[in-house]
């Protein structure tokens, strides 16, 4: 059994930071990618952020410039340190660990971000 466990969600201002961070812990093989999705009241999850095993990043377009993943492989675990923090930020934010040959993914619980205006 693989567990992602997410932690540092919570309320911020608008305009503000708050950093997420999630951990794989259990049976683990080598991970390919590893990323940050979100998901809003009403709407379908939507990918945030991905990260690669060398280190490549993409991002959604709407959180570029403000948002930067990044990873600690001999950790097993991805951070989103989120800036400049805007209502339409505020969602469940989910991780995901996808397994080297890509047979298997990973999910963690989620962890609340809410932005107030």
């Known amino acids: 059994q693989v567990q992602m466990v997410e932690s540092g969600g919570g309320l911020v201002q608008a305009g503000g930071s708050l950093r997420l961070s999630c951990a794989a812990s259990?049976?683990?093989?080598?991970?390919?990618?590893m990323a940050w999705y979100r998901q809003a009241p009403g709407k379908q999850r939507e990918l945030v952020a991905k990260?690669?095993?060398?280190?490549?990043?993409n991002y959604a377009d709407s959180v570029k410039g403000r948002f930067t993943i990044s990873r600690d492989n001999a950790k097993n675990t991805v951070y989103l340190q989120m800036n400049s923090l805007k209502p339409e930020d505020t969602a469940v934010y989910y991780c995901r660990a996808v397994k080297w040959d890509l047979t298997a993914d990973y999910w963690g619980r989620g962890t609340q971000v809410t932005v107030s205006s």
């Open positions: 990260i690669t095993s060398g280190g490549s990043t």
């Open positions: 259990g049976r683990i093989f080598s991970i390919n990618f």
